[in-house]
Nanobody, 133 residues
Framework: QVQLAESGGGSVQAGGSLRLSCAAS????????????IGWFRQTPGKEREGVAG????????LYADSVKGRFTISQDNAKNTVYLQMNSLKPEDTGMYYC??????????????????????WGQGTQVTVSS
């Protein structure tokens, strides 16, 4: 059973930084997952969950929402089955619940990019990020 455990959320003033981590368990990374994605989404009350950053597990190619480009960096350590989100120059509008998401489809090339909700079949519980002005 795939489980995702996020950590690193908290409260920070505008302009500050936070680093989120997400450790996946229940499986280990292998070449069978090289076409899969792992990423971060966020959600605020009354709004849909949106993709923030995603990374292809084999190539390491990344995608970012326009609102975070140049400020957020996603990275992964496949040996540790962990994904990170470094968030710099935080703004109040970055406030929200941040969810880690992992695709687990061995040997499958799913359609859609790494920022799409439908790409993912495993979700973490979320970690709150609050940015004050």
């Amino acid at each position: 059973q795939v489980q995702l455990a996020e950590s690193g959320g908290g409260s920070v003033q505008a302009g500050g930084s936070l680093r989120l981590s997400c450790a996946a368990s229940g499986y280990t990374y292998s070449r069978a997952l090289s076409s899969n994605c792992i990423g971060w989404f966020r959600q605020t009350p009354g709004k849909e969950r949106e993709g923030v950053a995603g990374i292809y597990r084999g190539s390491g190619s990344t995608l970012y929402a326009d609102s975070v480009k140049g400020r957020f960096t996603i990275s992964q350590d496949n040996a540790k089955n962990t994904v990170y989100l470094q968030m710099n120059s935080l703004k109040p509008e970055d406030t929200g619940m941040y969810y880690c998401a992992a695709e687990y489809r061995p040997w499958v090339e799913w359609s859609g990019h790494c920022l799409g909700l439908s790409r993912y079949n495993n979700w973490g519980q979320g970690t709150q990020v609050t940015v004050s002005s």
